[in-house]
């Protein structure tokens, strides 16, 4: 009856725990110390002792340079839009507009010879939401396979799904880990055993790495012969230098039946504080169900999911990604990545006169560095924090095998960015 209190519900009795709300207790499995905040943390204290030195980040993942101006005036033009009664936009299709998937069909896909359907595109607000999300519409028992470092968000969501088991000696016990170091030379050894789903990201975060083209179809041929799902998140893919690297995984020959693919305009168009990007998951590509074995479109249940819990990206922001498409758009947005890369390109240059062993960098805006004599990856944080006031990012923070490493991004200003390899130059030379 409406008038029960809660001491005839007796709610301090642990017997009657059932009639209480409940929390997701594998969010408790998650490590609460954040890489970024623990960063910041040992940042804080270095400028508390050093209250003059002048901190150069080369750690942060965010871009800098401003949206490029055939964004912000189609952002300007659709902002106008929606200022008139009769060109006022809502709520949009959960899919996305058709005039920015139509441009993502024609300039990321046709021009590689992929045929996509404009169904296959799901327009989202940022990579982020997808990869973390798209665990939704798979079994919860699935295995995982991850490459190892990797981008975090992909083991954090799948803990938050129960899906990874216990961690045991710094590892979740049902995720395979593929080691990338340079005895292998950052080329992930495909498991000797079935794993459910793959995670793939290239070009790589955090190693700056690519995936060759005969390396990428074994990871294709794996999933067609084990019934593999991969999921492929190509959120660099604009940074690729060499004209023989894939940019997407369905430039492999089957991929349509076994790969979901993950873009961002982030890093390709300075979207960060924007929010745009695209899901794309082709028709063809099915799951099985565990009782009847029945093959199920991924397709569709992405759809069901996405009507159920996104209301669409911005119409704002959809128009804005569409100009990246127009002539002056691409023109303006290379320029951008020209930029990034020819950081990277002094950097590179730079540490590896000074006797670093450098990684990535040539296809991707990340640097992937061995840190001297084996020295562990958060000593040279502070080593090189307490030496030059330059902050990176420590390897181990994404995973076993980045111990031993150290993180830089190309994202920063060119002025700092020189002046940041003319300290460590400094430093290493005493
Ligand atoms: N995927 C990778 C590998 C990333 O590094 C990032 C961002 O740093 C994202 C996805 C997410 O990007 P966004 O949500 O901004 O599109």
Redesign the pocket.
């Known amino acids: 009856s409406s008038d029960v209190c809660s001491s005839d519900l007796n709610l301090n009795n642990n017997k009657d725990i059932g009639i209480m709300a409940l929390v997701n207790e594998h969010y408790l499995k998650l490590s609460s110390n954040y890489l970024f905040a623990d960063i910041a943390k040992k940042v804080n204290a270095f400028k508390v002792s050093h209250p003059k030195a002048n901190v150069i980040s080369l750690g942060i ?1 965010d871009v800098t340079q401003p949206l490029c101006p055939a964004v912000i005036e189609a952002m300007h033009k659709a902002v106008d839009e929606m200022a008139r009664k009769a060109s006022f936009r809502g709520y949009g299709p959960e899919r996305g507009y058709d005039f920015l998937r139509e441009a993502i069909v024609k300039n990321d896909f046709l021009p590689r010879g992929i045929h996509l359907d404009i169904n296959e595109v799901f327009v989202n607000d ?4 997808d ?1 973390g999300n798209i665990g939704d519409i798979v079994r919860w028992d699935n295995s995982v396979g991850v490459t190892d470092p990797i ?1 975090p ?1 992909y083991i954090d969501s799948n803990v938050m799904a129960g899906r990874t088991g216990i961690m045991e000696n710094g590892k979740w016990s049902n995720v395979n880990y593929m080691p990338c170091t340079a005895e292998n030379n950052f080329t992930p050894v495909i498991p000797d055993h079935r794993v459910d789903m793959i995670y793939l ?1 290239y070009p790589n ?1 955090p190693t700056g790495t690519v995936l060759p083209k005969e390396e990428l179809r074994k990871w294709v041929n794996y999933a067609l012969k084990n019934d593999t799902l991969i999921l492929y ?1 190509a ?2 893919e604009a940074y690729i230098q060499d004209e023989t690297i894939p940019h997407s995984i369905y430039e492999i020959k089957g991929a349509r039946k076994v790969a979901i693919e ?1 873009h ?1 305009y ?1 890093k390709t168009a300075g ?2 504080g924007v929010r745009c ?1 695209y899901t794309i998951i082709p028709k063809e590509l099915t799951a099985a169900t565990l009782k009847s074995a029945e093959r199920i479109e991924l397709n569709h249940l992405w759809d069901r999911r996405q009507s159920t819990k996104f209301n669409g990206t911005s119409y704002i922001s959809q128009r804005a990604a569409e100009a990246i498409y127009t002539p002056e758009g691409k023109q303006q947005i290379r320029e951008t990545i020209d930029y990034y890369m020819g950081n990277a390109k002094i950097m590179f240059d730079s540490l590896t006169r000074l006797g670093f062993k450098v990684y990535g960098g040539e296809n991707a805006p990340y640097l992937w560095v061995k840190t001297p004599d084996g020295v562990e990856s958060w000593k040279f944080f502070e080593q090189l924090l307490y030496g030059a006031a330059v902050v990176c990012t420590p390897g181990v923070g994404f995973g076993p095998s980045g111990e031993g490493y150290i993180r830089l991004t190309a994202f920063g200003d060119r002025d700092d960015c020189k002046e940041a390899m003319r300290r460590i130059a400094d430093w290493i030379r005493g």
């Open positions: 993942g940022g990579a982020k939401s990869t981008y968000v990201c975060n998140d959120a660099y993950f961002s982030s979207f960060t990007g």
